[in-house]
């Protein structure tokens, strides 16, 4: 069982910035692929960016440009830095260890950007 405590969630103004920290307990935190997900009221969970163990990363296309994933792994900790944000960027952001097809979810961390 690895368990997660995400952090740094908020209120912040249109334009602003936060970051997201995700702290995990796992033993070999390297080995695991590490993704920030969001859910909003009223819709599905998506994935906003991953990183591999490799560092390899991926975004979805609406955060392109304007969120960085990125790990610590000497820390066992993933980052996600938020900037420009805007008010469709309010959810509840999750954090998701995983090695093969076993994974588990951090408890989510509210993000709400006001217009």
């Known amino acids: 069982q690895v368990q997660l405590v995400e952090s740094g969630g908020g209120l912040v103004q249109a334009g602003g910035s936060l970051r997201l920290s995700c702290v995990a307990s796992?033993?070999?935190?390297?080995?695991?692929?590490m993704g920030w997900y969001r859910q909003a009221p009223g819709n599905q969970r998506e994935l906003v960016a991953a990183?591999?163990?490799?560092?390899?990363?991926n975004y979805a296309d609406s955060v392109k440009g304007r969120f960085t994933i990125s790990r610590d792994n000497a820390k066992n900790t993933a980052y996600l830095q938020m900037n420009s944000l805007k008010p469709e960027d309010t959810a509840v952001y999750y954090c998701?260890?995983?090695?093969?097809?076993?994974?588990?979810w951090g408890q989510g961390t509210q993000v709400t950007v006001s217009s």
């Open positions: 998701r260890i995983q090695k093969s097809y076993t994974y588990y």
């Open positions: 796992a033993k070999f935190f390297s080995i695991y692929d």
């Open positions: 990183i591999t163990s490799d560092g390899s990363t």
